[in-house]
């Protein structure tokens, strides 16, 4: 491995160079283990009835990991394209890593467990790989996802995420989830969790949007420091949607030294992208519902970016997000105003 990488061969307990479509799995904090690359399911209402094929389409091309959340509204679709290449013998149960994930008017300690077990029971599984808190803002208890007044304000909840963690590492004990992370925290709020006191399990993952144009430089050292992997969501840019996406940012495929390099290893700026993370030890959660580029997407462990290359592409880094997350920006605990 080139040296003078972000994550050295001496921090990784793994090299990123040795990774096949068959064996990509890197360690996690408590034992466990995770797939490099997983397939992201996030759907609007347009697609969810694609995501049971999108599903299968991936475990046929080699894809074990999958990234879901309750508030997609399609844990029962994936879970049916799960449950059928299980029935059919393409897969074992303990082959696919399921992510779930716990959504902000669920952290109250009595509502954790319920939750979690309603997604079990949509999968039809008795526990999950990695269940992680999907954002560190509590709203409004209840089942409204986005509760807000009849002025269009936000029904915010005051919680301390740590009794919301304690909740979560009983189901761990219980037997309902391998392991637990979070996703989009910044320090101070990883921070919180790490210093809590009588901390039994520590976060093994932190999802955030990390992509060329975003490189979370500070954040990744932060959590390699405390063995956090990081997870890539957004890890090609995103849509285009102005209702919740920064088109500040350009289009991250579109750039010129993506399309180069694409074009020397006769692959996608989307693959190059891709591999750039899966060096930097990043998980990476490309979402598709289009066959061939579920397919393509996968297609990244048959090259590899040199240390210059890998430099070049860093230097991109813009430091901005697409997915600012700006409907929430005046809650009390908005991760985004830190600077990581």
């Known amino acids: 491995m080139p040296a003078n990488l972000e994550i050295q061969a001496l921090a990784l307990p793994f090299c990123t160079m040795n990774f096949t479509a068959n064996d990509h799995r890197i360690p996690l904090n408590d034992g466990n283990s995770i797939p490099i690359i997983g397939l992201g399911t996030f759907s609007e209402k347009k697609t969810k009835d694609l995501c049971t094929e999108s599903v299968r389409i991936a475990i046929d091309v080699g894809y074990r990991h999958f990234d879901c959340a309750l508030i ?15 029935a059919k013998g393409k897969v074992k149960r303990e082959d696919i890593f399921y992510c779930g994930k716990l959504w902000s008017t669920f952290f109250s300690p009595e509502l954790v467990r319920p939750t979690l077990e309603k997604t079990l029971n949509s999968l039809q599984i008795d526990n999950i790989d990695l269940y992680i808190i999907e954002i560190p ?29 304690e909740v979560l590492e009983a189901c761990k004990d219980a037997g309902l989830v391998k392991s637990l992370g979070v996703s ?7 921070e919180l969790i790490l210093n809590k006191p009588g901390l039994k399990y520590k976060p093994v993952c932190n999802q955030v949007e990390c992509h060329p144009y975003f490189t979370q430089t500070k954040l990744l050292k932060f959590c390699q420091s405390h063995d956090i992997v990081i997870v890539a969501h957004s890890p090609l840019g995103t849509n285009r949607d102005p209702l919740w996406v920064n088109l500040e940012c350009p289009p991250l495929l579109e750039d010129p030294l993506l399309i180069s390099l694409g074009k020397k290893y006769h692959k996608s700026p989307a693959q190059i992208c891709l591999r750039f993370n899966i060096q930097r030890g990043i998980v990476v959660i490309p979402r598709s519902f289009n066959a061939e580029r579920i397919k393509e997407n996968f297609q990244v462990f048959d090259f590899s970016l040199t240390d210059e290359e890998m430099e070049n592409i860093k230097a991109l880094n813009k430091n901005i997000r697409f ?11 908005y991760p985004f105003h830190e600077e990581y």
């Open 72 to 86: 997609y509204n399609n844990e029962h679709e994936v879970g049916k394209a799960i449950q059928e290449k299980i």
């Open 137 to 165: 803002m509590a709203l409004k208890p209840g089942n409204t996802f986005y509760p807000q007044d009849e002025n269009g304000k936000w029904l915010t909840h005051d919680i301390n995420l740590c009794d919301t963690w």
């Open 184 to 190: 989009n925290f910044n320090r101070k709020q990883l």
């Open 323 to 333: 997915v600012q997350l700006l409907m929430l920006k005046d809650h009390p605990e």
